[in-house]
């Protein structure tokens, strides 16, 4: 055979070894959970907490156990780990959004209402270079890859 049909072949098995390859890492990795950098820094407070489903809504319930306070703004909002507090946009969140089902979930929220009757909203995605509009709050599964990026946007580093 000429080299150039030995090339041709080469490049085509090359070609389609490539391709395969893209197909089976598409089917086999997971979706990968990104945290909105500019929504967790104009959170007052970041908690990982579990979610019900709301049995009329099939979406989140609007009540959640905190399991940890992750960071707080201010010292007084600490004391909510451990409870079960009200989220008021909660139900509103989407499959969209990063509603998963009933598990644990990392909660950027912004404090609404007095230091006596604390109200509590998941913080929307800020008007940010590229994207010229408030976007819609966002909720993340508390994978441990999570975690870990949670806590590297607290601790200040930048990747």
Known sequence: MKPAVWRLLVAGLLFFGWIGWLVY?????QHAVVLSRPQLLAADLDVIA???????EHGPSG????KAVFWAREESDRDIETKTIAVDNLPEISKDDGWEGPKEYILPLQRAGGKEKAVYRVAPIPR?????????????PAT???RRQLQKIRAGEWE
Request: charged share 25%.
């Open 128 to 140: 940010s270079p590229g994207y010229g509009r408030e976007g819609p709050p966002r909720i993340y």
């Open 50 to 56: 579990w979610i019900d489903e709301d049995p009329q």
């Open 144 to 146: 441990a890859d999570a």
């Open 25 to 29: 890492l598409t089917t086999t990795l």
């Open 63 to 66: 009540m959640v156990k905190v």
